[in-house]
């Protein structure tokens, strides 16, 4: 089992930075793969980046490539989305989430329905 707690979120003008934060109760954190989703109002919810149990690996999508950087420390339960150069197209709730337990030091997931545990999402908005 996993509880997820995002933090980090808030209001930033664009061009600015934020670092999410997603921090882990379970024992077995350093054997999933963590992503990040976002949704923003009346869409649905989307990929936005995903690391390997290792950090070995690490995906983004299109639209936050080069801007977001997803970061794990597996000591401290916690894994780290830092967002650079946002933009108002950015505004969403993010959330984390964790796969079951794997053993590939690579694998990676993109799609909501591979991961197992959900955090309660925090609220990023960019004013432009």
């Known amino acids: 089992q996993e509880q997820l707690a995002e933090s980090g979120g808030g209001l930033v003008q664009a061009g600015g930075s934020l670092r999410l934060s997603c921090a882990a109760s379970?024992?077995?954190?350093?054997?999933?793969?963590i992503g990040w989703f976002r949704q923003a109002p009346g869409t649905e919810r989307e990929f936005v980046a995903a690391i390997s149990r290792s950090a070995y690996s690490t995906d983004y999508s299109t639209p936050v490539k080069g801007r977001f950087t997803i970061s794990r420390d597996n000591a401290n339960n916690t894994v780290y989305l830092q967002m650079n150069s946002l933009k108002p197209e950015d505004t969403a709730v993010y959330y984390c989430?964790?796969?079951?337990?794997?053993?590939?030091?690579?694998?990676?997931?993109?799609?909501?329905?591979?991961?197992?545990?959900w955090g309660q999402g925090t609220q990023v908005t960019v004013s432009s």
């Open positions: 379970g024992r077995t954190f350093s054997s999933r793969a």
């Open positions: 989430a964790a796969t079951k337990i794997i053993s590939g030091r690579s694998w990676l997931a993109w799609r909501s329905h591979e991961y197992d545990y």
